[in-house]
Structure formats: C-alpha cells, structure tokens
C-alpha cells in the first residue's frame, strides 16, 4: 500500500530557500500582460505620431499657402483704393488678418521642431523662396506669414491651432484611456487565465487536510486544463480508497491482535511459575497492545466536535494517570477557569502524549524523575499551553521532523520503545480541533511543545 501511495502522490522536492518577495500568480500574470499591453500602446503612439506628422505638416502647408495665394490675388487686383476695404473685409469677415510689413517690425522664427520646419519647407515649395515664418510679430502670437505683391511687402496672419499638431493633453487623455483600458483588461485576463489554477490549489490544500470530498470541473473548454482536472478527481478518488482501505486495515489489526494477546497474558498468568518472567512478558503485551492504540489514534478519521473544555482540570486529569514520582513529575500554572474550543477526549490524548514523550525522553543527565512544567499564555482568540521538559533537547534541523508518523529523533531522546507516532498523534489531533503544535528547544536545555488552541467565548 505504501508504494500505491507512492505512485498516487509524487515525492515532495527539497525545499528551497524562501524568496523575500513573492507574487501570487494572479498578480505575476497582471504584471506582464500590463507591461506587454503598456509597452504595445507605446509603440503604436510613437508610430502613429510619426505617420501624423508628414501628412498633417503637409496639409497645413497647403491650407496656409491657398490663404497666401488668395489674399494675394485679391490684393493684386485691386487698385490702390479698393486694397484697404479688401484688407478690412477680411479681417472682419475671416480670421486672417492681411498687414502692410514694416522693415522695423521685430518677429520671431517660426521653425523650431522638425514638425514647423516641414511646414516651412512646403510652403517655400509653394509660395517663394523668400517667403518669411513667424511665430509671434511685435509680440502679437500666431501663425504670420510674410509675402510680397510686386514691391510691397504683407503680412498674413492666422490662427497658429490651423498648422499645430495634437496637443500633449489630447495624447495624454486618449492614453490615459488606454492605459486604463489595458489595466481592466489584464486584471480580467489574468483572473480568467488563473481561476482553475486557484480552484486546483484549493481542492489540493483540502486534500492536504484530509478532506477529498473536492470535485474539479471536468466539462472546462480548455482541454490542457479539463486532462488537469479529471486526473486530479481520479487521483483524490484513489486517494479516499487508500485512505478508507487503511481505516478498514488498521481496525482489523486491532481486532485480530488483541485476541491473541490477550490469550498470551492469560496463558502466561496460568503457566509461567517464574515470577519474574511473567511480569516481563506482562511488560511486552501491554507494550504491544498500547502500540496498537497507537496506530488507532493516528488513523482515526473526521474532524473533532468541538465544546467548551476546562484546560486545568484536563490537565489535572491525564498528570494524575502518571503516578510513579520517580520517572515523571508534572507541575501545571494554569488558571483554573481558562476555558477552550476542544473535544475533551482528543485533547485528553493530546497531553497523555506529551506527558509520555517527556517520561520517556525528558529526563536529565544524572538519570532522575523528568521535570515538566505546563504554563499558558492568551493571545488574541487563542490560548497558548507549553509543555516543557528538562531534557537533552533536539538537534534544531530536526525539529520539523519530529511530528512525521514512525520517525525518531536523535539517540538521547529515543533510548525508550515506542511506535513513533506520540507527537504526530499530538499534531494531527490539534489539526482536528483547528488548533496547531509548535516544537522548540528552550535556551537553557529541553524542549517546549506549544499547544495552540482557540478560547472559549
């Protein structure tokens, strides 16, 4: 049964050394689709603003130099008398403005960019060589655009938005939009894109828990993740057939060892003269039969019910069964109306445990009675119980390894028999009432096992 388990459930790879930032995958997903999508629109408005700017340089040339060429016409064709109406028909009626130009007139170049000297080049293309760009004539801003009519010289003035291209807040308000579009966007992908790989996490935490009652959805659209999910149900299919056919195992081990053991004791009871020799194999059958409720405890399925327990009388209760003063002495600091959400028999089993693994393994070097001092703390919701002995301790790496089912620590802690399961009894049945078991080596020798529970409102 053990290598079926093994083929159901790979072996866990060696632990890596935690980063100091992680992201989820919802948000690793976000990032680079946002990044990929940012990076997307800026290069289409870098392209865009180059595929702009010739076409509207050239268009605005064109629209500048028609006004030139009709003020011109218009001027030209008059006499002298009808020029000034003209002149002032067209300031009235359009905005462009037609001016006499002063050789002491002070003006500003027009051409600053590559977008004004393209319009520039355009308009000399169209007009004459010696057509004249500025920007702002006697400090009055716009578009001015100085020609000649045979010998006398103008000005034309217009609205410096016909020749502009978009304003930087026009760029920032449709890019902004973007922007914003792009972030909706990639939040939505990225949580379609991880929603099964969060409904697999959470069925595989449950099974983690012992609960395979977990179904993933088999009729997806996506065939990569449906494959995913139909084996994931067959393996927690197979897993909850495993786990039932060793409930069924381990319960008939049970019944067909203690019969003959019991027959063992009572045929060393009868036939046994020595004294001696019947009390030592008394010793091995009750060894054996508490090796069995061992593995009974550990396989006992479901999670606890829990009730209102008095932690002192507990306590008081499983200290009491360890009578012999010169192999344990137990003394406990706790309030005697500290009450806790447990069930009373696991949590009874809980310190039963803790209590032999200090008998057994929490002596001092010169060979006396193993000290054990039980003290309590309260944080927040949950009450904090220590059971700590005067041992040798354990070595730090392999603290987290005390709670696996049949592993023994270091020599100094495992001179005495056992199944090897007392501590990982301890852990799955805190995990039961929805507490935890926390194991530490205390600063001046021995170890402390922490006992988290919730408290009782």
């Keep these: 049964m053990r290598r079926r388990l093994r083929r159901l459930w790979p072996r866990r790879a060696p632990s890596r050394p935690r980063q100091s930032v992680a992201l989820s995958l919802f ?3 976000f990032f680079l689709l946002a990044l990929l999508l940012g990076g ?7 392209t865009l603003r180059a595929l702009e700017l010739e076409p509207r340089a050239v268009q605005s040339a064109q629209q500048i130099a028609s006004l030139v060429n009709l ?6 064709y008059s006499d002298s008398i009808h020029r000034v109406a003209v002149v ?6 359009e905005a462009v403005k037609v001016l006499p130009r002063e050789p002491g007139h002070r003006w500003e170049p027009f051409e600053t960019d590559r977008f004004t000297r393209r319009i520039g080049r355009e308009l000399r293309a169209r007009l004459d060589e010696d057509t004249i760009l500025a920007r702002s004539v006697n400090g009055v801003d716009g578009l001015w655009v100085g020609f000649t009519i045979e010998r006398d010289a103008y000005w034309l003035q217009a609205e410096a938005t016909r020749v502009y ?7 920032f308000v449709w890019v902004g939009i973007a922007f914003i579009a792009t972030l909706l966007g990639s939040a939505a992908i990225a949580r379609l894109i991880n929603q099964p790989l969060r409904d697999l996490s959470f069925a595989a935490s449950r099974i983690r828990e012992g609960e395979y009652e977990s179904q993933l959805d088999e009729n997806t659209l996506t065939s990569e993740i449906r494959e995913v999910n139909m084996g994931f149900n067959r393996m927690a299919r197979e897993l909850a057939k495993v786990e039932e056919d060793r409930a069924v195992m381990l319960a008939g081990i049970s019944h067909d060892l203690r019969t003959p053991l019991a027959r063992l004791r009572l045929e060393a009871e009868m036939s046994v003269n020595d004294e001696e020799a019947r009390r030592n194999m008394a010793m091995d059958i ?3 039969d508490a090796i069995i409720d061992k593995f009974m405890d550990y396989a006992r399925p479901g999670d606890a019910p829990l009730i209102p327990v008095n932690l002192s009388g507990l306590i008081e209760r499983e200290a009491a069964a360890f009578r012999d003063p010169t192999q344990i002495r137990i003394s406990a600091r706790v ?4 009450m806790v959400l447990a069930d009373d028999t696991e949590l009874g089993r809980v310190f039963a445990n803790l209590f032999e693994n200090a008998r057994r393994y929490g002596r001092g070097e010169g060979g006396g009675p193993a000290l054990v001092l039980v003290s309590y703390t309260r944080s927040g919701p949950w009450v904090v119980v220590s059971v700590r002995d005067h041992g040798p301790g354990v070595p730090p790496a392999r603290l987290a390894q005390l709670t696996t089912p049949f592993y023994r620590g270091d020599t100094a802690r495992t001179a005495a028999t056992g199944a090897g399961l007392g501590l990982a009894i301890v852990d799955k049945s805190l995990q ?21 529970l919730k408290r009782a409102p």
């Design 27 to 29: 948000w690793r997903t």
């Design 71 to 76: 003020s011109r016409a218009a001027l030209r």
């Design 335 to 338: 309030a005697i109306d500290l």
């Design 286 to 288: 009750d060894q054996l």
């Design 165 to 171: 291209p978009l304003t930087g807040g026009t760029w």
């Design 432 to 452: 039961r009432m929805g507490g935890r078991l926390e194991l530490a080596n205390a600063p001046d020798g021995g170890l402390i096992a922490h006992v988290r």
């Design 88 to 93: 002032k028909t067209m300031s009235e009626e």
């Design 40 to 46: 997307g629109i800026f290069a289409w408005v870098q």
